[in-house]
């Protein structure tokens, strides 16, 4: 990669149970190419990896899904796992209204 993203702001959206590499990897190559990149959880602290369904890596949780807003970012990353997408779904999902009979 090339400077092309220098000075973008990327959110990486994920929960316990994410793929180890679908995160760190996407991590490293958004930092060498000059983003500024923050992890987005449900919960602050740290989240956990699976790597190859075992335990693996866990990073800190720069903000919570509530306290980040998507004008604040250029781009959102959602890395897989065994159950990362499902945990953060719910919470993603716009409420809906019945509609009118």
Do not use: W
Request: glycine share 8%; proline share 7%; charged share 30%.
């Amino acid at each position: 990669m090339t400077g092309r993203i220098e000075g973008r702001k990327v959110a990486i959206l994920a929960a316990d149970g994410f793929e180890e590499a679908e995160l760190f990897e996407p991590l490293r190559a958004l930092r060498e190419a000059g983003a500024e990149v923050e992890i987005v959880s449900l919960e602050r602290g740290s989240i956990e990896a699976n790597h190859h369904r075992e335990r693996g890596s866990s990073i800190r949780v720069d903000r919570t899904l509530e306290e980040a807003r998507a004008e604040d970012y250029d781009a959102l990353v959602i890395p897989g796992g065994c159950s990362a997408p499902t945990s953060c779904a719910p919470c993603a999902q716009p409420s809906t209204s019945p509609a009118p009979s």
